[in-house]
């Protein structure tokens, strides 16, 4: 059976973004710092480019929220393909949580968006018969984690810690019970702290 994890950046007053999401501003008012160490002029600290290695290695499907593929609410009104240009980064099928059926998407490098309006059961099921024996991974937003580590289908968590306060947003953890974590390994830069934990008691 395959492995899932999550790996997602975080302030460290637990939001993956900021209030006011919009197509201007998507990761939200001042969310867009909490990756800067992912854009940060080469080369990088060993320990952020073992991160965005980790971030961009191959998987076997993906589940994320629509907020995460992009700013369109209600039916699909406009022919919005997401955030990331003709050719996404994740090259594997990509299962979207919505309440608005939509035909797949294809896309160029093997990235296929498929639209699940069943719930995230439905979508984590899904993407672990399109994996096979390969890693899923839960990419986001915070409340599709959320639903994950309810689910207890999550079987490691990284985050990556930005020293930003956002104040408001996104938070990760709003309303989860304690899934049991045991702290793997930390690595650290100037920008991040990079925390690996396996999930389950």
């Keep these: 059976m395959s492995r899932t994890t999550c790996h997602v950046t975080i302030s460290l007053d637990g939001c993956l973004a900021g209030p006011r999401q919009t197509r201007e501003e998507p990761l939200g008012a001042g969310g867009e710092r909490l990756h800067e160490w992912v854009f940060a002029d080469e080369p990088l600290p060993a320990a952020d480019a073992a991160a965005r290695a980790d971030l961009l290695r191959p998987r076997g499907a993906f589940v994320m929220g629509r907020n995460m593929f992009g700013p369109v609410r209600g039916p699909w009104d406009e022919d ?39 719930g995230f059961d439905a979508a984590f099921a899904q993407a672990r018969a399109a994996a096979g024996d390969a890693e899923v991974t839960v990419a986001g937003g915070a409340s599709t984690v959320r639903q994950a580590l309810a689910a207890g289908v999550v079987d490691e968590l990284v985050l990556d810690v930005a020293p930003v306060l956002l104040g408001a947003g996104e938070r990760l953890f709003d309303g989860v019970a304690d899934p049991g974590l045991t702290q793997l390994e930390v690595t650290s830069s100037p920008r991040v702290t990079h925390v690996r934990y396996r999930v389950g008691r």
């Design 80 to 118: 919005w393909r997401g955030w990331w240009g003709d050719e996404p980064p994740y090259h594997a099928p990509v299962f979207v949580l919505t309440h608005h059926p939509r035909d797949p998407v294809e896309m160029a490098g093997g990235t296929t968006f498929v639209f699940v309006t069943e």
